[in-house]
Structures are given as C-alpha cells and as structure tokens.
C-alpha cells in the first residue's frame, strides 16, 4: 500500500456529459471520446501512450480494446479492468502504480458504461455469486424486499439511524445539495435542483429510510486520465498542475461478515482503513482537505463516508450536515460534481470522472463550480464485494 518513489502527474483529464439509459452513444464511442479529451487536455498524440487500462462492469470480454483502438492502434498493452462500482478508479490505481514503480512513463485509464434501466442484477445465473456471503449476512440483518443495492445502503442508513438518532431529512439535505452542485455542471444527467421537502415528498421506497431521489440513478457515460511521470513531462516541456500525492486500494477483511453490521457491510471499515493509509502517506490529516469526491450511490453512503473519511466524528455527520460543512462556505466542498446521485453513476467511468472534477478544481478551471483556494483533493471510490480507492491529488 506504500506509494513508489516516483511522482506521478495528471497531465490531462476527459468526460463526456452523462445521459440516462438509451439516451446517449455506445459505450466504444463514449470511450473513445472520453480518450480523445483526455489527449487533448494534455497535449499529448496517442503515440505518447505506453499502457492503457480501461474499466467497464457491463460488457463482454476485450471492450477495452474496442475502446482504446478508436483511439489509436499502437500496439501497446490494454488491460481490462472490472471492480464492480470503483472500477474506473482501480484502472487509476493500476495507471498510477505503472508510472511509480518505473514500468512506464505515460499511461491512459479510462472507463465506460453502457447501462441499462433498473436495478443492477447479475450476469451469470449458473454458477456462485460474488455476493453470496454478503447476501447471507444482509439477510440476517435485514428484513425488507427489495433490490439488492437498496437493501444494502438503506440498510447501512438505518443501522446509522438507530445508532445516532440520524433521520431521514438528513439524507434528504445531502440529496438536495446534490443538486445545487450539479445545477452547475454541464455533464451532469440531472441538473433540476430539488430542495429537501421536494426530495421527502417524492416517491418512498423504504418507508422512513429512503425516498427514490436518495438512489443513484443508472448511467451511460465516458471518462479518462492521462497519467504522466515528472521525467516525462520536462523531456516534454511542459508542467502538469496536479500530483497524485498518496492512493491506495484496500478490500474486505474479516471484519467485514465478523462485525454484523451493515455499515460495516457496504464498506464503511474499507473507506476507514484506506483514508487513514493515505493520510499518512500524504502527511496531512482531513482538515487539510478542501474539496471531495466521494462515493454517494445512495445518499446514506454519502453519510456513512463522512464520518469514515475523518471528515467528523462518528456519530456527528448529522451535525456536519445541519451545520452546512459540506457544501461552499463549509469546512469541506463535498461532490461538488453533483456526485453520483445527480452527475450520475456509469460504473465504470465514476472514478475516473471523480478524477477529472478533482483536476479541474485544482487547476482553478471548474468555473461555477470552484472551490476557493483548494490545495488538497480527496476522492472516494468505492465498490461492493469489494473495493475501495481513496486517492489524494495536489495542486503543485
């Protein structure tokens, strides 16, 4: 988990907008011109490229080649990289360690998704699921039918209501100022802002724990980084404004089925454990964060990770939001995308898209979406079954 000696920079990052299910381009062409901006934004020719991986839950084997070659055709290694919701980030994870470890000096990640409408099932119905124990041991703790997501984080969201006295309006404040944010930004799906009684008032899907809105919706959309060493860039001549400083991946332990906790369940020891390795890394502490991105697939999650992510004490998230700390004016700017509940949530570009939010608003380019004075960015993904990547970027 410890981070090679070499630097490694965000030399350009790409995103197309989002769109619902159906509505936009095929995941190749989405992909493909999520690349393209990336190259562009890093004036770097597809020649450059000595590694490319690229992230998609849904789709069949080798669409990262598909990708990757309506790009350019260089011959260089593509690997396919499938980690459930933090995919596009461990296709980071994987580019970063490439540059780090000296194994290449320039390296594409990129993911993309083609969604279909509803709720996510599996695949294969012939064989052992991924999820089996985590399906045991939600079904011990959770009584209710419905979908397999929405079991899990209004599960989680109410364990932390029983817990700490936290309510539904809490989850519907994170929810509205989601859509503050992404009324702001031009690629995101959603971009009608709601306020919090409009968010209560929608359609409830768990009585008292969740309304439709506080789920994140499926996506279709494309998004990239080009991941350069320092070496790299001065041979080159130019200078990349934004650091990867610390990143790491971590996932399940035992704890995670010993605990019979749903928190512990969706990922809430994972999100401790990798903010802790990274802040150590970094030599910085959450209070020295300006602005984040995190994985808020349900607006419960978001809640969760406050408090996973150090951002304040456990059992003080509701507090945290009453008192506005998450959003401008607050202690930290928390998805100020819009997140995955209003930018949307195409599993395999969500990481890399949370990459291409943090790079701008480093770079003092996110337009009305700016963070003042933000030095240090923080990003969250996470994955169910499971995974979690927490990466720390820095404005140089």
């Known amino acids: 988990m410890s981070n090679a000696s070499r630097d490694v920079l965000v030399a350009g990052v790409g995103m197309i907008p989002f769109t619902k299910p159906s509505a936009g381009e095929t995941y190749d062409e989405m992909g493909r011109n999520a690349i393209l901006l990336a190259l562009a934004d890093a004036a770097i020719p597809f ?46 994870f994987l580019a970063r360690q490439a540059i780090a470890s000296g194994a290449a000096d320039c390296v594409l990640a990129v993911g993309f998704e083609q969604m279909n409408p509803g ?50 309006n809490d989850f519907a404040r994170i929810r509205a100022k989601a859509s ?15 306020t919090e009684e ?19 919706p499926p996506t279709c959309g494309g998004a990239a980084a080009v991941l350069v060493s320092r070496e790299f860039a001065k041979k080159n001549g130019f200078s ?7 990143q790491t991946m971590v996932t399940d332990t035992p704890q995670t089925f010993e605990a019979r906790s749903m928190l512990a369940l969706v990922g809430a020891d994972m999100t401790r454990r990798a903010a802790q390795t990274v802040y150590e890394l970094a030599g910085i502490g959450p209070e020295d964060l300006g602005v984040i991105e995190l994985h808020d697939c349900f607006a419960h999650n978001e809640l969760i990770t406050y408090e996973g992510l150090g951002l304040c004490a456990e059992g003080e998230a509701s507090k ?13 700017v928390t998805n100020p995308s819009g ?9 395999g570009a969500t990481g890399l898209a949370q990459c291409y939010e943090l790079t701008h608003q480093l770079r ?33």
Not at 180 to 194: G, Q, T, W
Not at 240 to 246: D, G, L, S
Not at 339 to 347: A, C, D, E
Request: with cysteine; aromatic share 8%; hydrophobic share 40%.
């Open 47 to 92: 020649e450059k490229i000595e590694q490319a991986y690229a992230g998609y839950v849904f789709g069949d084997s080798c669409c990262g080649q598909r990708v990757v070659y309506g790009a350019g055709m260089t011959g260089i290694p593509v690997i396919n990289v499938n980690n459930n919701c933090s995919t596009g980030s461990t296709a980071l």
């Open 240 to 246: 990349p404004a934004v650091k990867i400083a610390a």
């Open 320 to 332: 945290f939001i009453a008192d506005g700390q998450n959003t401008y004016g607050g202690k930290v």
């Open 364 to 396: 003092g380019t996110a337009d009305a979406r700016q963070v003042s004075g933000a030095r240090h960015a923080l990003q969250h993904n996470l994955g169910l079954g499971g995974a979690c990547v927490v990466t720390l970027y820095e404005a140089l």
């Open 198 to 216: 409009e968010v209560l008032a929608s359609q409830m899907i768990w009585p008292g724990v969740m309304t439709r809105p506080m789920a994140c």
């Open 339 to 347: 997140g995955l509940l209003s930018k949307g949530h195409p599993l």
């Open 119 to 168: 709720a996510i099932g599996s695949a294969f119905s012939d064989r052992p699921s991924p999820f089996a124990d985590f399906d045991k041991a939600c079904d011990e703790l959770v009584d209710v039918d419905l979908p397999l997501a929405l079991r899990y984080f209004g599960g989680a969201g109410k364990e932390h209501m029983e817990r700490y006295g936290t309510t539904i």
């Open 180 to 194: 503050r944010h992404a009324a702001k930004n031009p690629l995101s799906v959603f971009r009608a802002e709601m």
